[in-house]
């Protein structure tokens, strides 16, 4: 079984600037996630969907982040304009059903706002 | 509020036990995981407790007690490549779950 897909796995960037990541869960998972972790912390939830609709994106910066996953697969999230304190690994996670089953993380994003 | 409290760094030598505690207060609660993650990797998934009680898995164990809203994560025999940090979430409903900031262990020879 193929595990979470993220591209790129390294982002440089100068602030002001925009960048998108992907995501790919694992076939047939519900539910996807994406974290922020700033280095020495835990993950923060920026929004989590169930299929196609947002479940929870109270932590997400709407002015300037954004998330879709339109055929209920794959997602991207998107910061525009990028700031310094963006810098961070940006996970995303699968599972099966809802928060209470296991997540499956890919390798993540880590992006360098300069 | 929401809250989960675990140590920032602990250190342990190889071959020994390590105990990693977990507080949490939180509006409801669906279960508590622990997830291990080594430097640069990705979180992996270690246990999950919904019910009071231990739960052993090989070299690792985790407690949980939900009316003082404590866990614990047991790691014994300890080896070089259990150096990671540890992290502890708790599902507080069935469609949200919050990670603490995690534990660092260092494991010295």
């Known amino acids: 079984e193929a595990g979470v897909a993220q591209s790129p796995r390294y982002k440089i960037i100068e602030k002001r600037q925009s960048v998108a990541f992907w995501c790919n869960p694992i076939?047939?998972?519900?539910?996807l996630y994406w974290y922020q972790q700033i280095l020495g912390q835990g993950p923060k939830l920026l929004i989590q969907?169930?299929?196609?609709?947002?479940?929870?994106d109270s932590q997400l910066p709407k002015d300037r982040f954004s998330a879709e996953r339109l055929k209920g697969v794959d997602s991207t999230l998107k910061i525009q304009p990028a700031k310094l304190e963006d810098s961070a690994v940006y996970l995303c996670?699968?599972?099966?059903?809802?928060?209470?089953?296991?997540?499956?993380f890919g390798p993540g994003t880590r992006l360098t706002v300069l | 509020g929401q809250n989960i409290d675990q140590p920032t760094e602990m250190t342990a030598t190889e071959g020994a036990i390590v105990q990693i505690n977990c507080t949490y207060q939180t509006s409801g609660f669906n279960g508590l995981f622990w997830y291990q993650q080594h430097a640069g990797e990705a979180p992996t998934f270690l246990s999950y407790?919904?019910?009071?009680g231990l739960e052993e898995k090989g070299r690792f164990s985790s407690f949980l007690s939900r009316s003082k809203g404590y866990s614990y994560l047991l790691l014994k025999e300890l080896q070089m490549k259990d150096s990671a940090s540890y992290l502890c979430?708790?599902?507080?409903?069935?469609?949200?779950?919050?990670f603490g900031s995690g534990t660092r262990l260092s494991i010295r020879p």
């Open positions: 076939s047939g998972h519900a539910t």
């Open positions: 979430a708790v599902a507080s409903s069935a469609s949200k779950i919050i």
């Open positions: 407790n919904v019910l009071d």
């Open positions: 996670a699968s599972s099966s059903r809802s928060g209470t089953d296991t997540q499956y």
């Open positions: 969907f169930q299929n196609n609709g947002v479940v929870d």
